[in-house]
């Protein structure tokens, strides 16, 4: 028979291994197609998907535009490969899905026409670089990518 002890050390443990699966939890996939619900009058209003995904660990697939320079600590995500570099071009020059990827650290830039997976935390919101003055409405943070 357990006592009320072991029942309460049994309950707690419980407790720590069903928030430690959901912390050691695969990455939730993210599409380019799931990250915008509808075009409304104020222009793209983002999913409920995506929202709901905010601050959390996520993965997504996609294409590696150019970056500003081989040392940059981000890069942009693209659904399709794209052969302009974002600070060469007007913003008519992008679709509206591109996602703004801050790498946790420095890793070495593939082609544009090189499929990648990217992992890390997901941001929304507009929200302009200080450094270098780039708005995104999507960010991947304490990203890492790999070649897929």
């Known amino acids: 028979m357990l006592t009320r002890r072991q029942s309460l050390q049994l309950?707690?443990?419980a407790v720590f291994s069903?928030?430690?699966?959901?912390?050691?939890a695969a990455p939730s996939p993210l599409t380019f197609d799931e990250m915008y619900g509808k075009i409304g009058v104020l222009g793209l209003e983002y999913s409920d998907k995506l929202k709901q995904l905010s601050g959390r660990e996520i993965r997504?697939?996609?294409?590696?535009?150019?970056?500003?320079k081989a040392e940059a600590a981000f890069f942009v995500l693209t659904e399709i490969p794209m052969a302009l570099c974002p600070f060469c071009s007007s913003d008519s020059d992008w679709p509206d899905n591109i996602v703004v990827v801050y790498l946790s650290e420095k890793q070495t830039f593939?082609?544009?026409?090189?499929?990648?997976?990217?992992?890390?935390?997901l941001e929304h919101g507009s929200w302009?670089?200080?450094?270098?003055?780039?708005?995104?409405?999507v960010?991947?943070?304490d990203a890492q990518y790999s070649v897929s």
């Open 128 to 137: 302009t670089d200080p450094e270098t003055g780039f708005v995104s409405l």
């Open 11 to 13: 309950a707690s443990l």
């Open 110 to 121: 593939v082609q544009p026409s090189t499929t990648i997976e990217v992992t890390g935390t």
């Open 60 to 68: 997504m697939k996609g294409f590696m535009a150019p970056p500003l």
């Open 139 to 141: 960010r991947i943070r």
């Open 18 to 24: 069903l928030s430690a699966r959901q912390s050691f």
